[in-house]
């Protein structure tokens, strides 16, 4: 691993390191659209993996061949892993087909990429995205049960894979950023600061811990290995943590950090902006790219509201920068929320 002062005096390189300026102007490069053909091997593993009637938690790429598209999907996880760290699929019919065949072709196309984690206490691995009324005001609430504002975070897996089934009625835009592009700008507006990225922090679990643990987790916001960046950042987490009295105090100039971070990501020269479509399906890997959102306004009619599945995925083969981010420990028991079933999918009981 890089030693951390060494880190802190060197840039960045390589394709992970972009800017959303340059890339707005050639979006081909960055976006696959099915085919027609693809879309018919879709359909085929769909309906061999009914043939099989297994839930989704047993169903593995065996179980939805996919003999050309496959292949693309190789392609994909080596730009997800060493390139420039996301991908946007566009095409998947989620409007014509049902609410398990969306599923399964979602957790298949996932089986391809890595391996299904844990998005909460719960143990739900097939996530929905969508407001549920809660406010990020209460500790135990998760950004993707509301609809505010959410600045650029990492997640808690390698993978963040997000198929979009309704747009909103406004707002919602997703804004993708690179981790060492926005850690390059840092080390050159404010050296001082960069060390700061290789110190360890403290982020709130937002109440999905077991009793004996504790309700927050350390971790540097930068890790360096043979010059490739990891990051791990959420302002929203590492300010909430200071709610517990025995962690030390944020200073003045980790602010200063945070807002440099929040300043860099969020200029338009450094960000890219995506208007997620019904059947869109973005693709990233979460130790090089941060991800944020607008606000969005839903629709009335609770059908047409804006829906999101999402899955968190670890990359088995990855020589991770910073440890494997397995999504959430699930727990037994956890104190019911009446949004917990709005929440997520247990796979283990939903059948294609």
């Not at 850690?183 to 990225?197: S, W």
């Not at 727990?331 to 079933?341: E, F, G, Q, T, Y």
């Amino acid at each position: 691993m890089t030693d951390a002062g060494e880190a802190v005096q060197t840039p960045c390189v390589g394709p992970a390191v972009w800017r959303g300026g340059d890339l707005a102007n050639n979006r081909e490069e960055w976006i696959l659209r099915l085919s027609s053909y693809q879309l018919a091997e879709i359909d085929s593993a769909v309906k061999e993996a009914r043939r099989r009637d297994l839930t989704l938690l047993k169903l593995t790429a065996a179980d939805f061949p996919l003999p050309t598209l496959a292949h693309e999907l190789e392609r994909i996880a080596e730009v997800l892993e060493y390139g420039r760290g996301f991908v946007l699929v566009k095409g998947i019919p989620v409007e014509q087909l049902g609410e398990s065949a969306v599923s399964a072709v979602f957790w298949g196309l996932g089986q391809y990429l890595g391996c299904p984690v844990p998005q909460n206490a719960d143990g739900h691995m097939l996530g929905h995205v969508r407001d549920t009324g809660h406010s990020l005001a209460d500790p135990a609430t998760r950004g993707y049960q509301t609809r505010a504002a959410l600045p650029f975070h990492t997640d808690g897996a390698d993978l963040l894979a997000l198929l979009s089934l309704r747009a909103p009625r406004a707002g919602g835009r997703i804004s993708l950023v690179s981790s060492a592009a926005v850690h390059n700008e840092v080390l050159d507006r404010r050296p001082d600061l960069a060390e700061r990225l290789y110190r360890t922090y403290f982020f709130d679990r937002r109440e999905e811990h077991a009793p004996e643990e504790a309700p927050y987790t350390t971790a540097p916001l930068a890790v360096r290995r043979d010059g490739a960046l990891s990051m791990r950042y959420n302002r929203c987490y590492l300010e909430s943590a200071q709610r517990f009295p025995r962690i030390p105090r944020l200073e003045p100039v980790d602010v200063e950090l945070f807002d440099l971070i929040d300043d860099v990501a969020g200029s338009p020269d450094f960000r890219l902006d995506i208007d997620l479509r019904a059947g869109d399906l973005l693709l990233l890997n979460t130790h090089t790219i941060m991800h944020a959102r607008t606000e969005f306004e839903d629709h009335d009619q609770p059908e047409l509201k804006r829906h999101l599945l999402r899955l968190w995925l670890a990359l088995p083969h990855r020589l991770r920068t910073d440890g494997a981010r397995e999504g959430v420990t699930p727990r037994d028991v956890i104190r019911p929320r009446n949004a917990a079933s709005q929440a997520g999918t247990n796979p283990r009981r939903q059948l294609i």
